[in-house]
């Protein structure tokens, strides 16, 4: 077995020195009846070519996104990711680290987590970032717990804006805390009310931009109705490219920043492993969860990183500890600043304008289908269409023309049929204008 | 000035003019080691006997420091969360938490005198 | 004088390197985009102006950037990392390689069902070994890492209790030797803690536990092995008296890796445990993650696992997304966004099919092997915490250092320099100065004696009375030495920021800011 170093002569020696016959026996603490029912109908032993065949002809069942026009969003979305991003995150220094508890041997991840935490802090605008939450959507409830302790309320608002997922995993754990989570219908129009739904016994309203309908909004007005009443304002961020062209939430007067950096860092991967983005202010800071890199010196005065302001965690704070979490999202996180530092400001705003323009020109070929209409309003590279049948057929007919157009709103939302129409789309800068024309043209056949 | 008053939890207590003054003990901040973090309550919290009244972390431990007897903040040592080695360095002196009012007075009765303190302490150790 | 006496403060191989912040040069970038064709804009009045501040950086700057950061980390790639209930075991590329085929990599979670077949497959046969090899009846495979799998795993309690009328039970009993994540997920269940003592064996107390079993009491997690390395001998006895106290059994999977092919831990009586793909299952540690923590769960609590969730139909694979619809009405909701930790499942599938039945019981065997043959070894100088023989991991105490000066820190620290990167020390918080070893079955018994070698050597030297000097000053051939952790946490610099100049673009204040 290839991975298993001991050869039989050495465990003989081993068990010898152990002073017991045979590995078994080490095992004499199960109860012998646990032992013995233990049967197990499962094959043995493979080669790597045995695997690889095996894990391939399930790959092969896929019809993945490298393979087909896709127009997929929703919260992941297809970037072009740079050879030497890959090459360097399965450096096996920085893939096979465990958590940098040892400092002297683990200033290459706290460092890389230094530039991260700052990198975070630049994009969204904010103060402080912790070293990652596992996505967005955990964030997004880790979050909505840190404003009720920071304002001591229990009463949380959800935008219908915000991605459903995010709203569903925010609700389920508030639900178990006692925490009242109000979540307002799906806003196709991005005309929701907000700011009349402030009130003084309120710990945070949570925003989405762009919106989960695409939708682009200016948060000002509504942080400041939040501050009045003494709640904060969380903005979810599920595209962070997005940031290299529009207002960033701190700018708006955000509290905390949530968000999920898959788009820059990791292919799609059916939607996970991503990275959770969690920034805020820094009077906020003892609050936060997660892990933190700080900056220090080492003995001989040279600069250095640790993890920091630990009391905060789990392994210290136990059952008073702001969050549960202990293993983030490390890998993604370093392999999302590794992006951005490849990018730079010019390359991130590049990107970014070439992800609106792309979406621009498929907005206008998508509205000129007959029967096709984009819903108003500014977007970045997500937005929404009626069409004039179900959305969810439309995306299955494409499918089968080898399509992957986009999201029916139903896939989120099946007990609003006034939604069944809405298809929800993204272009990025992977999308040719021959992608575009193929779309366009499989969808005014679809739906005429 | 009254004598000390000790808590099984290692906080002193000292009356002072009608207001007591509350800290951690020497000892306290020799378990805690370099002291990192304070958050003092502010002026007019309600404290009860044995609730929490304020936090002290270290690198790798933090802690609540309680209540030793119940009654209302006067005021918090506001130069502790800027210079938290203040504790460390002069824990029953400077580096007091907050200061406040003798709710019931006869609390204190059932606190440690130093004689007390010091045998509790050597037991602890022991 | 440890720090190179170079005018760079280089030493040969070993390179500083500044931030990526102190290396800009504004206009400089990694990646040469297309020309931004033109159209409209859409952006309302929404527009970003003011500069970002990200540093500008040319490709081969930023591939030898991260090299040398790679460069100043230690890794299993690199060396023996024999860090107590880490698990960190070899990570084989095949995995790697599976996770990248575009078949699974370029895979959106909302594409139609029908496109991703092969995906939902996966996902299914993961879960299939999963609970063939715990016997258990259900897994809910979407938490993201341990301490999220303990969470789902306490609020299928808490659904469960508050099904049968029995919401007013909000007391988790959790042994003190537990990993903290244990009481931090039951706060976050709604739940109260209590602790539980062990017992001088290294065991839970099970009398004391047996006692404190009310009818407030939800749940009792308990970590098997435990984290003394030690099997809970009396498990099913504890499982029967949690059952009869109409409370459930959670387990701690954090060391399955002990158990795997030995034996099902539904024959243990166990209501509920998470399984760390990322210790266990071979998912790399990444520094961090990510990982991924699939729950079983007993017939009494499958029910109850949230959303998402594969369905196998006649002929093809759908996927639970709402809980009262696809889904039944009692799944408690949704812990993670999409489809769960795809790309994990891809590699700890492709980990198991490689290993086998035959090979998973061979690896848990030669975990334990090695673990028992480090104990042999070390007791010729340190001194076990416990008696007899140990499960995965091996904890010793103190004792052995009483008197020298020297701190099991210092052990720790004086093991770098060596090569080696240290045991988890100081947990469990019930053995005195603990030192925590799991070698994990994926080292050699040359590796094993190697580390036992320079670790015997360090105890020798330790105990010579006359050098805590010596081992406080280390480690001195590390990237860096002992860092002031009490400096970063009284005055937290937690990110860079452009130090203020008169003169010069903003490269120079930031090269400035370096010095």
């Known amino acids: ?113 230094y530039e991260f935490q700052t990198q975070v802090t630049l994009i969204t605008g904010m103060e402080v970032a912790n070293a990652s939450m596992y996505d967005g959507a955990t964030a997004c409830a880790e979050a909505a717990a840190m404003a009720c302790r920071v304002t001591k309320r229990a009463k949380v608002l959800l935008s219908g804006g915000l991605h459903p997922h995010y709203r569903d995993v925010t609700s389920t754990s508030l639900r178990f805390l006692d925490i009242q989570c109000d979540a307002l219908a799906p806003d196709p129009l991005g005309i929701e009310d907000l700011i009349g739904r402030v009130g003084q016994d309120l710990a945070c309203v949570i925003v989405q931009t762009p ?67 969690f920034a805020t202010r820094e009077k906020f800071l003892r609050q936060m969860p997660g892990r933190l890199a700080g900056e220090t010196t080492d003995e001989d005065g040279r600069r250095g990183w640790v993890l920091t302001l630990s009391t905060r965690e789990q392994h210290i704070r136990r059952e008073k500890a702001t969050s549960n979490i202990c293993t983030n999202s490390g890998l993604i996180a370093l392999a999302f600043s590794i992006h951005l530092t490849l990018l730079g400001e010019k390359g991130f705003r590049h990107l970014a304008e070439l992800n609106h323009a792309t979406a621009v020109s498929l907005a206008e070929k998508l509205e000129g289908i007959k029967g096709v209409k984009v819903l108003p309003g500014a977007f970045f590279n997500e937005f929404a269409v009626t069409l004039p049948k179900p959305a969810a057929a439309a995306v299955d007919e494409l499918a089968r023309r080898c399509i992957l157009g986009g999201v029916p709103a139903s896939r989120f939302y099946p007990s609003y049929p006034e939604l069944a129409n809405v298809l929800i789309v993204a272009a990025t800068e992977m999308n040719t204008e021959s992608d575009i024309a193929a779309f366009a043209g499989a969808l005014k056949e679809i739906v005429s | 000035m009254s004598q000390l008053r000790f808590t099984k939890d290692h906080e002193w207590i000292r009356v002072d003019g009608g207001v007591a003054v509350v800290g951690i003990t020497d000892y306290a901040q020799s378990q805690l080691g370099d002291i990192v973090f304070v958050e003092v309550p502010a002026k007019g919290k309600a404290l009860k006997a044995g609730g929490e009244a304020a936090v002290v972390e270290s690198v790798k431990a933090a802690s609540e420091v309680y209540a030793p007897i119940t009654g209302e903040v006067v005021e918090g040592n506001v130069a502790l969360p800027d210079a938290p080695e203040t504790v460390n360095q002069d824990a029953q002196g400077a580096g007091w938490f907050f200061k406040m009012t003798l709710g019931s007075p006869s609390e204190l009765d059932g606190l440690m005198d130093q004689a007390a303190y010091d045998k509790y302490l050597a037991e602890l150790k022991a | ?133 715990t016997g258990m009846a259900g897994v809910a495979m979407s938490p993201a890492a341990g301490a999220h799998g303990e969470l789902c795993g306490l609020l299928c309690i808490r659904s469960a209790h508050e099904a049968k009328g029995q919401g007013h039970r909000r007391i988790v009993l959790v042994p003190e030797s537990a990993h903290g994540t244990n009481p931090a997920t039951a706060t976050l269940a709604g739940y109260q803690v209590e602790s539980i003592p062990a017992t001088a064996s290294g065991h839970v107390d099970f009398a ?98 949230p959303v998402p969730f594969v369905v196998a139909n006649a002929g093809a694979y759908g996927v639970a997304e709402h809980v009262g619809r696809d889904a039944g009405k009692a799944a408690f909701g949704r812990m993670k966004g999409f489809q769960g930790q795809f790309g994990v499942y891809v590699r700890s599938l492709s980990y198991i099919l490689a290993l086998g039945i035959d090979g998973l019981r061979q690896a848990s065997g030669d975990a334990v092997l090695n673990a028992n043959y480090l104990r042999a070894k ?70 094993l004696d190697q580390f036992a070698a320079a670790l015997l050597a360090l105890a020798r030297r330790a105990k010579r009375g006359d050098q805590a000097e010596w081992f406080k000053a280390a480690p001195r051939l590390a990237p860096r030495r002992r860092l002031d952790e009490t400096k970063a946490a009284r005055k937290p610099v937690l990110r860079w920021r452009p130090v203020e100049s008169h003169a010069g673009g903003n490269g120079g204040t930031a090269r400035q800011a370096a010095e």
Not at chain 1, 18 to 37: E, Y
Not at chain 3, 26 to 40: E, F, Y
Not at chain 3, 221 to 246: K, Q, R, S, Y
Not at chain 3, 291 to 302: F, H
């Open chain 3, 1 to 133: 004088m440890t720090a190179a006496d170079t005018t760079t403060g280089n030493a040969g191989l070993a390179i500083e390197q500044a931030l990526i912040f102190e290396q800009n040069t504004d206009s400089a970038t990694g990646v040469d985009l297309a020309p931004v064709p033109h159209t409209r804009r859409k952006l309302g009045a929404l527009e970003r102006k003011a500069p970002i501040g990200l540093p500008g950086m040319a490709e081969p700057e930023v591939v030898r950037h991260y090299t040398r950061l790679s460069q100043k980390n230690y890794s299993i790639d690199t060396g023996f990392y024999p860090l107590g209930s880490c698990t960190m075991k070899h990570n084989p590329r095949l995995n790697e390689k599976m996770a990248r085929l575009p078949g699974f990599a370029e895979i959106h979670p909302f594409q139609p069902v029908a496109t991703v077949q092969g995906a939902l497959e996966v996902t299914d046969q993961l879960a299939k070994w999963l609970t063939a090899l």
């Open chain 3, 208 to 305: 004391a536990l047996k006692a404190r079993l009310r009818n407030d009491v939800a749940a009792v997690m308990i970590t098997n092995p435990n984290t003394c390395g030690l099997f809970e001998t009396e498990c099913i006895e504890i499982a029967a008296a949690v059952h009869a106290a109409g409370a459930y059994f959670y387990m701690d999977g954090a060391n399955f890796n002990a158990l795997v092919g030995r034996v099902r831990i539904a024959d243990l009586g166990v209501d509920a445990m998470h399984i760390n793909l990322h210790k266990t299952f071979s998912q790399p540690h990444g520094g961090g993650g990510p990982g991924a923590g699939p729950t079983v769960l007993s017939a009494a609590l499958a029910d109850f696992a």
């Open chain 1, 211 to 277: 919106g989960f309908f695409g939708h682009l909004n200016d948060f000002t007005a509504l942080a400041a109705a939040c501050h009045a009443a003494g709640a904060l304002l969380i903005v979810a961020v599920p595209e962070p490219v997005s940031l290299g062209l529009v207002k960033p939430p701190g700018e708006m007067g955000a509290d905390i920043v949530i968000g999920d950096g898959q788009s820059l860092a990791t292919p799609s991967s059916f939607g996970g492993p991503g990275v959770g983005l």
């Open chain 1, 1 to 113: 077995m290839r991975y298993l170093p001991l050869s039989d002569a050495n465990r003989r020696d081993m068990l010898a020195a152990v002073g017991v016959k045979s590995i078994d026996d080490l095992f004499a603490d199960i109860p012998a009846a646990a032992r013995a029912a233990a049967r197990f109908e499962l094959p043995n032993t493979q080669g790597e070519l045995e695997v690889e065949r095996h894990m391939s002809k399930l790959a092969a069942k896929n019809l993945p996104m490298s393979d087909a026009p896709s127009f997929l969003g929703c919260g992941n979305y297809r970037h072009h990711s740079p050879a030497s991003l890959d090459y360097l995150i399965q450096r096996g220094e920085f893939l096979t680290a465990y958590t940098p508890y040892q400092p002297e041997i683990a200033q290459g991840t706290l460092q890389a987590i």
């Open chain 3, 378 to 447: 070390l007791s010729a100088e340190l001194t076990p915490a416990f008696p007899g023989l140990c499960m995965h991991e091996v904890v010793f105490d103190d004792t052995w250092l009483k008197g020298t000066g020297v701190a099991t820190l210092d052990i720790a620290k004086a093991l770098i320099d060596e090569g080696f990167h240290p045991m988890t020390m100081y947990f469990p918080l019930v053995v005195h100065g603990a030192l925590l070893m799991e070698p994990t079955e994926t080292e050699s018994k040359a590796t």
